[in-house]
């Protein structure tokens, strides 16, 4: 008999959360304020992380900005000041773990607590597995899906001790469903949307339900990464890479929403679902007919080049 209440239950729960998603979707949903949080956001001196930076000041954040780039770092800083929040740079290599564990104490005692964490920070390699250097191929998975580990690590106490703060994980679409070429950037990402997901999961188990999630699934950003990437030209203009601002202010939607999930565009839950549903065949055709099994080359050819290129001005610049 309790089995049976259970599964009645339980089928209550997934139909009201079916009908939920539905209304979500055609409603804006209540926006949460986050004026006065303190937000730390990783790869913030990149296109991408510029962008999260000042749609997190426009709400009221202070920010904490982390990145490689000392420089690049130091300018997005100035463009959020300009918004009258408070802003803290430091310079991390999120592939070493002691350095990401060094910095956040540095932070918890210049500055306080984190309560929304935003790990948008993410590398490829640019070339074939076999033709990569095994230490890119680490580097890929050290920056893309190890440091979240390290991140989450170093600032969820904090978080659990208040049972309030938000994690956000930036994948990729390519954490969903995969394509050639990539090897590096795929396998990390499925490991941030597995990480992401399961971690969600830990907190729900452990009743921390003040502490929300959000999964950010985007499909090929135009911030120069992929750059040459291109799908068939038929389809290309039906789906074109994302721009940057577009991308930041749709997975803010989310974030103030409080929403698990969000792939950008929303045509990418399709693929998704495919993937799951379809024969392997059946995906790997539909690949095909998109141009998605070759879409990478443009983007290795470009990437190669770039690399030659280096090779040739540091020759130059040692004679």
Partial sequence: MSLIVDLLLMLFDVTYSILCAVVRTFLHPRLKSIDGELCLITGAGGVLGRHFALEFAKEGAHLILWDCNTAANEQTAQLARKLGVEVRTYTVDLSKRQSIYETAERVRAEVGD???????????????????????????????????????????????????????TIASALGLFTTACVVDYCASKFGAVGFHESLAHELRAENHYGIKTTLVCPYIIDTGMFAGCEIRKEIQSLIPPLEP????????????????????????????????????????????????????????????????NGHMKSSNDAV
């Fill in 114 to 168: 984190v309560s929304i964490l935003v790990n948008n920070a993410g590398v490829v390699a640019g070339q074939r597995l076999l033709e990569c250097p095994d230490e890119l191929l680490e580097r890929t998975l050290l920056v893309n899906c190890h440091a979240l580990f390290w991140m989450t690590k170093a600032f969820l106490p904090q978080m659990k001790a208040r049972n309030h703060g938000h994690i956000v």
């Fill in 245 to 308: 601002l577009y991308t930041a202010q749709q997975s803010m939607k989310a974030i103030l929403g409080e929403q698990e999930m969000v792939c950008i565009p929303r045509i990418m839950y399709i693929p998704f679902i495919a993937r799951a549903l379809l024969p392997w065949e059946a995906n790997v055709v539909t690949y095909r007919f998109m141009g998605g099994d070759k879409c990478m080359l443009p983007f290795i050819k470009n990437a190669e080049m770039k690399t030659l």
